[in-house]
């Protein structure tokens, strides 16, 4: 009769049964199936088998092979050979590799080596969710050093103002831009030249960050006479005489010129010298009609105005109101000429001519001119030109030209806007 003996008896309140003693996964400790393998030894779910020429009895269990040292004998179970076994919900021995799985809640088991991600084990898969935990130092105090997406970034942390000159730069050319050690930027006035305002009477220079334009006494442009200075004063080139000359404007030579004044164009030269022409306005003259429209005669041919009187014009005469007024139509865009030969004007000191206009404020499309023999002398009319009959007196002496050498006289018309018309009744020349 054989005896048994029993040694102990262990009772687990747990899914699984250690050999051992019984284990808690919450107390911390893995069970011994978790454990990284010893040398000589193997992990079964359930039993294990003894070392080199050790016996031990026990039963056998499911859930992975085990592996006895040599010589060893079991009883009841069917160990097999091995070297480091691979137990069901177990952890692998030192030739494990992540592979995105793990057992029995083992957070271990599911380390991706990634700073940026927090890795758990949900029952038998790995989960990694990105964090913003601080990550690897980039060397750049300007940076900070964040995870974000999984990954280790380094975005700008809003304490440097810079980290070169160029990052300063304020588009002020009256400024030295400079980042400082320290990466804030530093703006320095300096005096540089800048943006030129086109004047050769201002210096244009930095000062206090802005561009100034301040007056200077260079010289400046010559005015083409001999008599004056040219020279900068208050920002402007001036030109004041330099009492070399006899004059510098025509109205210096009126103290000079011969006695009465008036019977003179007293001009002066660009070489500073008076001289003084006769304007034959203190001549003895002689009124008379340049054209007299007023009249029952037909001169619509042309060719002369009814008092006989050569006329040329570039426009088509109508003959309105009983032969009585000459009548100018221009029309939009176009312009029309009346020319007329006249007698001697000397003595004489106006022309005189009595017109209307279809419209008001028609004198500004109104030119009238002399011719002195060799060119003409246009200014333009020197009044207005009313809606009804009105005489207006254009001095002669406006024209510049000696009035014995003026052989022609002449009116432009010109519509630039919209259809107008002028009537002239007469054209006179008077004292």
Request: hydrophobic share 25%; glycine share 12%; aromatic share 6%.
């Given at each position: 009769?054989?005896?048994?003996?029993?040694?102990?008896?262990?009772?687990?309140?747990?899914?699984?049964?250690?050999?051992?003693?019984?284990?808690?996964?919450?107390?911390?400790?893995?069970?011994?199936?978790?454990?990284?393998?010893?040398?000589?030894?193997?992990?079964?779910?359930?039993?294990?088998?003894?070392?080199?020429?050790?016996?031990?009895?026990?039963?056998?269990?499911?859930?992975?092979?085990?592996?006895?040292?040599?010589?060893?004998?079991?009883?009841?179970?069917?160990?097999?050979?091995?070297?480091?076994?691979?137990?069901?919900?177990?952890?692998?021995?030192?030739?494990?590799?992540?592979?995105?799985?793990?057992?029995?809640?083992?957070?271990?088991?599911?380390?991706?080596?990634?700073?940026?991600?927090?890795?758990?084990?949900?029952?038998?898969?790995?989960?990694?969710?990105?964090?913003?935990?601080?990550?690897?130092?980039?060397?750049?105090?300007?940076?900070?050093?964040?995870?974000?997406?999984?990954?280790?970034?380094?975005?700008?942390?809003?304490?440097?103002?810079?980290?070169?000159?160029?990052?300063?730069?304020?588009?002020?050319?009256?400024?030295?831009?400079?980042?400082?050690?320290?990466?804030s930027c530093q703006y320095t006035d300096n005096t540089d030249p800048c943006a030129s305002d086109d004047n050769s009477c201002t210096d244009d220079v930095c000062e206090g960050g802005e561009?100034?334009?301040?007056?200077?006494?260079?010289?400046?442009?010559?005015?083409?006479?001999?008599?004056?200075?040219?020279?900068?004063?208050?920002?402007?080139?001036?030109?004041?005489?330099?009492?070399?000359?006899?004059?510098t404007v025509d109205a210096d030579c009126d103290a000079l010129a011969p006695d009465p004044p008036e019977c003179t164009f007293n001009r002066c030269s660009?070489?500073?010298?008076?001289?003084?022409?006769?304007?034959?306005?203190?001549?003895?003259?002689?009124?008379?009609?340049?054209?007299?429209?007023?009249?029952?005669?037909?001169?619509?041919?042309?060719?002369?105005?009814?008092?006989?009187?050569?006329?040329?014009?570039?426009?088509?005469?109508?003959?309105?109101?009983?032969?009585?007024?000459?009548?100018?139509?221009?029309?939009?865009?176009?312009?029309?000429?009346?020319?007329?030969?006249?007698?001697?004007?000397?003595?004489?000191?106006?022309?005189?001519?009595?017109?209307?206009?279809?419209?008001?404020?028609?004198?500004?499309?109104?030119?009238?001119?002399?011719?002195?023999?060799?060119?003409?002398?246009?200014?333009?009319?020197?009044?207005?030109?009313?809606?009804?009959?009105?005489?207006?007196?254009?001095?002669?002496?406006?024209?510049?030209?000696?009035?014995?050498?003026?052989?022609?006289?002449?009116?432009?018309?010109?519509?630039?806007?919209?259809?107008?018309?002028?009537?002239?009744?007469?054209?006179?020349?008077?004292?």
């Amino acid at each position: 009769m054989r005896r048994a003996t029993i040694v102990g008896i262990v009772i687990c309140l747990s899914p699984v049964i250690y050999a051992a003693g019984c284990a808690s996964q919450e107390d911390g400790v893995l069970p011994p199936s978790l454990e990284e393998p010893r040398a000589g030894s193997s992990n079964s779910g359930g039993s294990t088998s003894g070392g080199n020429g050790g016996n031990t009895s026990g039963g056998s269990t499911s859930g992975g092979s085990t592996s006895g040292g040599t010589g060893g004998n079991t009883s009841g179970g069917a160990p097999e050979a091995g070297a480091g076994g691979t137990p069901e919900g177990g952890a692998a021995g030192s030739g494990w590799v992540y592979d995105g799985t793990c057992a029995n809640q083992n957070h271990a088991q599911c380390d991706d080596d990634n700073p940026c991600t927090d890795d758990a084990c949900n029952v038998t898969t790995c989960q990694h969710v990105n964090n913003t935990d601080p990550c690897d130092d980039d060397g750049d105090d300007c940076t900070a050093d964040q995870c974000s997406g999984g990954i280790c970034t380094h975005p700008d942390n809003g304490t440097c103002e810079c980290e070169e000159d160029i990052d300063c730069d304020d588009e002020n050319p009256c400024t030295d831009d400079d980042c400082l050690p320290d990466l804030s930027c530093q703006y320095t006035d300096n005096t540089d030249p800048c943006a030129s305002d086109d004047n050769s009477c201002t210096d244009d220079v930095c000062e206090g960050g802005e561009c100034k334009h301040n007056p200077n006494d260079d010289p400046c442009p010559d005015d083409g006479s001999d008599c004056t200075d040219d020279v900068c004063a208050a920002g402007a080139c001036t030109h004041p005489n330099n009492m070399t000359c006899e004059c510098t404007v025509d109205a210096d030579c009126d103290a000079l010129a011969p006695d009465p004044p008036e019977c003179t164009f007293n001009r002066c030269s660009v070489q500073g010298d008076c001289a003084f022409i006769d304007n034959d306005s203190c001549d003895v003259g002689t009124p008379f009609t340049i054209n007299n429209f007023n009249s029952s005669a037909n001169w619509t041919a042309g060719v002369t105005t009814p008092d006989g009187r050569p006329l040329v014009h570039d426009f088509e005469f109508h003959n309105l109101e009983g032969n009585a007024v000459l009548y100018l139509a221009v029309d939009t865009g176009d312009n029309a000429t009346l020319t007329m030969d006249v007698a001697s004007m000397a003595g004489l000191t106006n022309i005189s001519v009595d017109i209307l206009a279809s419209q008001t404020n028609t004198a500004q499309y109104v030119d009238v001119g002399v011719f002195d023999g060799t060119s003409w002398v246009d200014l333009p009319f020197p009044g207005t030109i009313g809606t009804s009959y009105s005489v207006t007196n254009i001095p002669l002496l406006s024209f510049g030209v000696p009035l014995a050498a003026i052989t022609k006289v002449r009116f432009r018309f010109e519509s630039p806007g919209s259809l107008r018309y002028w009537r002239i009744n007469e054209i006179l020349a008077t004292d």
